[in-house]
């Protein structure tokens, strides 16, 4: 049988070096090739997805609030549709639908809002009311007894959940047929450079040279970008999640609420996935946490009654790279030339991977920046053009 991904020795330089093998690396590592740069080696100092590709709830959507964060989600959902076609790999995404349940008259304006952004760049999203609520999800308790009731969702049909670690072993294993080498258990220990541009990197397993360096980290960005010297404004927080046991199948989209501050669906087995908001304190601990654990439950409990007695199967932990504005990093950095960041993700990572990888790779392979991923540029801190994301994450407090 054929291997998903080839083995290859570590060769003494390659075209460019991408650090990270989630699925952001790997899809800017498959579409660089798709552009005719193949000599690319994508390092993971432990296994393929091992970072927050594999520690997240794999919610995709593109049901943002800016003007520059609709559009480009916009088209990460749209590959995500034609990814498994595109790579020869079934990463199994269900577009069953996503609820971003209001229950303030505040929550709510706010999704009035959100829809009409969205109506406007073209994305489907709409406010429902409790009964339209209950039809589409009757487990869902939309009376008034709670005590956060539910008083609105903003319901956009296109968003769903997917195969996070069929994605991450798609998008491998075409790089690889393209000629992309993924090298997994090879760790960076530093970026070398000269005279402000990049000349290579160390590793675990030797040295390598280079002129282009990718930052696909996740929640480590900050300690990799300060091998090349470059500062990020980003801090890291632990998101925690939990599945459920195996439970018959009674819930079909995915739900979200922006007071409680949690998430559900269910996943193809029967386990229901929940998460809650990050946590209120910087580490790179990924330990699960009792008090976390207990907000999950009683919240998932609030809006699913009959999950009272279901039973926690497991919980874990990713690390979250947030900035100021909750927006990502896409960009090449102008002080070091060939160095350049896909960071900064926050809760947003993974449904945002094709996209990303897409775009930065046609900076990286054409020098010219693709006007979608423009508005993320690392300099827009120091030019006070931020782009304020944080109303459309509902775990981002």
Not at 70 to 80: D, R
Not at 219 to 247: D, F, K, Y
Not at 275 to 285: C, F, K, L, S, V
Not at 369 to 380: D, L, N, S, W
Request: proline share 6%; hydrophobic share 40%.
């Amino acid at each position: 049988m054929e291997p998903m991904w080839r083995a290859h020795p570590l060769q003494p330089s390659y075209d460019a070096v991408i650090v990270g093998a989630g699925v952001h690396g790997l899809a800017t590592a498959y579409y660089l090739a798709r552009l005719g740069v193949r000599n690319v080696a994508v390092l993971e100092r432990s296994w393929l997805g091992y970072g927050n590709s594999g520690r997240n709830t794999a919610i995709i959507r593109s049901n943002y609030r800016t003007a520059e964060g609709i559009p480009f989600y916009n088209e990460s959902v749209g590959l995500y549709e034609a990814l498994s076609e595109e790579v020869g790999w079934n990463v199994l995404f269900s577009q069953q639908g996503h609820l971003t349940l209001g229950h303030t008259d505040a929550a709510v304006n706010g999704l009035r809002v959100r829809a009409e952004a969205n109506r406007v760049l073209g994305v489907r999203s709409e406010i429902i009311g409790p009964n339209e609520i209950q039809e589409l999800v009757p487990d869902l308790d939309v009376s008034d007894r709670p005590r956060y009731p539910i008083l609105a969702a903003l319901y956009h049909p296109p968003g769903g959940i997917i195969r996070h670690d069929a994605v991450v072993w798609g998008y491998a294993r075409a790089a690889s047929r393209l000629g992309a080498e993924v090298h997994p258990h090879t760790e960076l220990l530093g970026i070398q450079r000269s005279n402000g541009r990049i000349t290579g990197v160390e590793t675990s397993r030797g040295a390598i040279r280079t002129p282009k360096v990718v930052n696909a980290t996740s929640g480590w960005s900050t300690n990799i970008s300060r091998m090349a010297g470059v500062e990020l404004p980003i801090v890291s927080h632990p998101l925690q999640a939990c599945v459920s046991e195996a439970l018959k199948p009674f819930l079909n989209k995915v739900i979200v609420s922006s007071n409680l501050h949690v998430y559900v669906n269910q996943s193809a087995r029967g386990e229901v996935v929940m998460g809650a908001e990050i946590d209120p304190y910087q580490t790179y601990n990924m330990a699960s946490t009792l008090p976390t654990l207990e907000m999950i439950a009683s919240h998932t409990v609030e809006l699913f009654p009959k999950l009272r007695h279901a039973r926690v199967l497991r919980q874990w932990s990713g690390i979250c790279d947030m900035t100021p504005d909750y927006s990502p990093i896409i960009s090449g950095v102008p002080e070091l030339e060939g160095y350049y960041l896909d960071v900064g993700w926050g809760t947003y990572g993974f449904k945002a991977g094709p996209a990303a990888g897409k775009n930065l790779a046609e900076l990286i392979a054409t020098g010219r920046t693709p006007e979608v991923i423009r508005p993320f540029a690392y300099t827009r801190f120091a030019e006070g053009r931020l782009v304020g994301e944080k109303a459309a994450a509902a775990v981002s407090s």
